[in-house]
């Protein structure tokens, strides 16, 4: 009898006492391709960087990042969309280790056959939301960290929801070491208002001079389908730099 049914388990997080974050992205988009659907099933675990989830680490231990990457530096990419970019960092620099974090899985898939195609070798990837990433990331591990285009979010009250706010700033900031490089990308003016105030109240430097600073692309950029969008569109990118400061913490 239906009376006699116990109730329904809770999620999973829920049982295992993780943090309760909402997620407000995508995670599906259209139905995949067979190809995609193979680099998945064949390349995504032997692709992760270890245990991440509440699920798999609920007891949040450190990801080992040194035995990781063999002692390379650290990298790492917040929402890598199709994953162009990510793919031509770890090609052009092979002496670092990236690890990119996406929880739309249609990226996923196109960033898995790009890197089949490139050979690249030193990419992990966590396909889900970054801050569960920072929870295991050891204090000052990251070297680089690329946010490009992220989801602009343009509702005033859905501006809560960005990147650049204290949910992902703090622990961003802790995971990255002093003199770490911060690099933001947006078509958005009023993201890069929020950018810019947040950003250096979180630990870190702006580092323009001038307006090229922010208005010309970094020596070692590549032009992603999400900036060409913004080009066609009438938009113009904004680049902006920003140096970790001070002591990890």
């Not at 080992?64 to 793919?87: K, N, Q, S």
């Not at 602009?152 to 003199?179: F, G, I, N, Q």
Request: proline share 10%; hydrophobic share 35%; charged share 25%.
């Amino acid at each position: 009898m239906a009376a006699n049914r116990p109730p329904p388990a809770p999620p999973p997080s829920v049982q295992a006492g993780a943090p309760w974050r909402n997620f407000h992205g995508r995670r599906h988009g259209k139905a995949l391709r067979d190809s995609q659907k193979a680099f998945l099933a064949e390349d995504l675990a032997r692709l992760s960087p270890g245990p991440v989830s509440w699920e798999e680490n609920h007891e949040r231990r450190p990801l080992d990042v040194a035995t990781l990457f063999g002692g390379r530096p650290l990298w790492l990419e917040i929402g890598f969309g199709g994953g162009e970019h990510m793919v031509h960092q770890a090609v052009r620099n092979p002496g670092v280790g990236l690890i990119g974090c996406e929880p739309f899985v249609n990226g996923v898939a196109m960033l898995l056959g790009k890197i089949r195609k490139a050979g690249a070798d030193n990419i992990r990837i966590h396909p889900g939301d970054v801050r569960d990433l920072f929870d295991v990331l050891p204090d000052g591990a990251v070297r680089k960290c690329f946010l490009l285009y992220p989801d602009p979010w343009p509702k005033t009250k859905h501006h809560k929801r960005r990147a650049v706010t204290p949910d992902y700033l703090v622990p961003l900031a802790r995971v990255m070491a002093p003199e770490a490089e911060l690099r933001v990308a947006t078509d958005i003016p009023d993201y890069v208002r929020q950018t810019l105030e947040q950003v250096p109240r979180h630990g870190f430097d702006w580092l323009a001079e001038g307006p090229e600073d922010w208005r010309r692309p970094w020596d070692d950029w590549i032009s992603t389908r999400y900036e060409q969008k913004a080009l066609r569109e009438g938009r113009r990118p904004h680049y902006l730099t920003f140096r970790r400061r001070g002591a990890v913490g």
